[in-house]
């Protein structure tokens, strides 16, 4: 069997057999579906131009769950193999860096696409909120259906999209430390940044390089895919930014292999 299959198996066994994984997933699940709820509930009171996607996905609760699912399900991935020394054993083993990295790296990945499976039962829970039963009987002119299958499926792509990307920093994040914690701080700080730096533009003016820090930033991706607009470009872009990350991640393994 490959390496990288194994310590994939592995690794997501650690999150499925232990309590841990399912705090997560109880936890991410939880607030989906309180950010769902509230957001059925305002748009049912004031249905507004823009579907329900746009406000479930533009909510602050949405990018709170959203950037802190990546250093809870990565932080453990290298930091911990260090902080106990199974990390120097296995790289001592007949295991190359890149395979110990990318089994670690896919066990993770999986294991976010598991904490998003329940958006693929938002169009029926929107069904049973009445939603659609009110678009049929008629909405103001120029309202926008509640929901199209399109939107939700390219939300969807956008996410994991995404996901491959910031998955990656949590990854490389790990790879700098053997605390779990200074782990998950780095990780949620280059995540918010990321984030923040389609503000750039709008806190200094428009310049040059104004429209790169937009893109880095996903929103402008995340409206376009929502809206059912699939573009090839966001494809190219978070698997590129996702193999150079976990390139710099396998040299510093490489590093610190070397090193002992």
């Known amino acids: 069997m490959s390496?990288?299959?194994?310590?994939?198996?592995?690794?997501?066994?650690?999150?499925?057999?232990?309590?841990?994984?399912?705090?997560?997933?109880?936890?991410?699940?939880?607030?989906?579906?309180?950010?769902?709820?509230?957001?059925?509930?305002?748009?049912?009171?004031?249905?507004?131009?823009?579907?329900?996607?746009?406000?479930?996905?533009?909510?602050?609760?949405?990018?709170?769950?959203?950037?802190?699912?990546?250093?809870?399900?990565?932080?453990?991935?290298?930091?911990?193999?260090?902080?106990?020394g199974t990390l120097e054993s296995l790289l001592t083993a007949p295991v190359k860096t890149w395979q110990v990295v990318l089994g670690k790296y896919f066990s993770a990945y999986v294991f976010y696409i598991i904490l998003w499976l329940p958006m693929l039962l938002y169009p029926l829970l929107a069904d049973w909120s009445n939603l659609v039963v009110q678009w049929a009987y008629g909405y103001d002119a120029g309202m926008a259906l509640p929901y199209r299958l399109a939107d939700w499926a390219g939300a969807y792509a956008i996410l994991l999209l995404i996901g491959a990307w910031f998955t990656s920093i949590g990854i490389f994040a790990s790879s700098l430390t053997g605390s779990q914690i200074i782990s998950g701080i780095i990780t949620i700080g280059l995540l918010v940044l990321i984030f923040f730096m389609g503000l750039i533009p709008v806190v200094w003016g428009e310049f040059p390089a104004a429209g790169i820090f937009h893109y880095i930033s996903c929103s402008e991706h995340l409206d376009r895919f929502s809206a059912g607009l699939v573009d090839t470009r966001p494809l190219v872009f978070y698997l590129t930014m996702t193999v150079l990350t976990l390139a710099v991640s396998i040299r510093i393994i490489d590093h610190r292999r070397w090193k002992h």
């Open 3 to 84: 390496p990288v299959l194994t310590i994939f198996r592995k690794e997501l066994r650690s999150y499925l057999m232990t309590p841990y994984g399912w705090v997560i997933l109880a936890f991410i699940v939880a607030l989906q579906s309180v950010s769902l709820s509230g957001t059925l509930k305002a748009f049912q009171l004031a249905p507004q131009k823009e579907g329900i996607l746009f406000f479930i996905l533009h909510s602050p609760m949405f990018w709170f769950y959203f950037l802190f699912i990546f250093p809870l399900i990565t932080m453990r991935s290298l930091a911990e193999e260090e902080k106990t």
